[in-house]
């Protein structure tokens, strides 16, 4: 089993919808967490991060945490063709220098 | 800041041969990370440094693979005897650090052993 898991999709939204996206990980230890999209041929770039139980709220990007049940999820409201890339959860312990990605959801806006 | 810098961008090499990439980090960013992406995956963690020390290395990582940073400032990894297998994307990151650190990603080294 992976430490962390996405699903892989691809995902397919009409333009305007919201995507959802979900990532569960096995390290009860896990402290922060974080979204990366990225675009086809380009690298990761950050999006989100939240550390705390609950929904973090940024634009039109919502970020959802339960370490109850170990599960992330990123929320896009009003989709844009824009957002079509790869999603990447990403997972780090507090006192772990590295952060442990999973294998990204893709995610296709259709206009 | 021109954010995180690799060299070079494309790297074709024939099996067995060494190769070397470069990645000038961020330049106030104490920590400087490797990862390795291949198609459809995931960025797979390398090897990582704090400053100049190297604190944390894949156990996945064969001993063909070496990293330095020298004065804690850019970084090189080093790949001998290259295997098909080690064909993929070479992605440098660097951070400030702290428990709930933010990476920053460079545009990576896409090497291709045949």
């Known amino acids: 089993q992976k430490e962390v898991e996405q699903n892989s999709g691809p995902l397919s939204v009409p333009e305007g919808a919201i995507a959802s996206l979900n990532c569960t990980y096995s390290?009860?230890?896990?402290?922060?967490f974080f979204w990366y999209r990225q675009y086809s041929g380009k690298s990761p770039e950050l999006i989100m991060f939240?550390?705390?139980?609950g929904d973090k709220e940024d634009g039109r990007f919502t970020a959802q945490l339960n370490k109850a049940s170990q599960y992330v999820s990123l929320l896009i409201r009003d989709s844009q063709p824009s957002d079509s890339a790869t999603y990447l959860c990403?997972?780090?312990?507090?006192?772990?220098?590295?952060?442990?990605f999973g294998d990204g959801t893709t995610l296709t806006v259709k206009p | 800041d021109t954010g995180v810098s690799q060299d070079p961008r494309h790297k074709i090499t024939k099996r067995g041969q060494n190769v070397t990439f470069r990645c000038d980090p961020i330049?106030?960013?104490?920590?400087l990370y490797w990862y390795r992406q291949t198609l459809g995956q995931g960025p797979e963690f390398l090897t990582y440094?704090?400053?100049?020390?190297?604190?944390?290395k894949s156990r996945l990582l064969s001993d063909r693979f070496s990293a330095e940073r020298p004065k804690g400032s850019f970084s090189t990894l080093e790949i001998q005897r290259t295997e098909q297998g080690d064909s993929a994307m070479y992605l440098c990151?660097?951070?400030?650090?702290?428990?709930?650190?933010?990476?920053?990603f460079g545009s990576g080294t896409q090497l291709s052993v045949l």
């Open positions: 990403a997972v780090k312990d507090t006192n772990a220098g590295k952060s442990t």
């Open positions: 390290d009860r230890g896990s402290q922060s």
């Open positions: 440094f704090q400053n100049e020390a190297q604190l944390e």
């Open positions: 990151a660097s951070s400030s650090g702290g428990g709930f650190e933010k990476l920053f």
């Open positions: 330049s106030e960013h104490n920590r």
């Open positions: 939240i550390y705390s139980n």
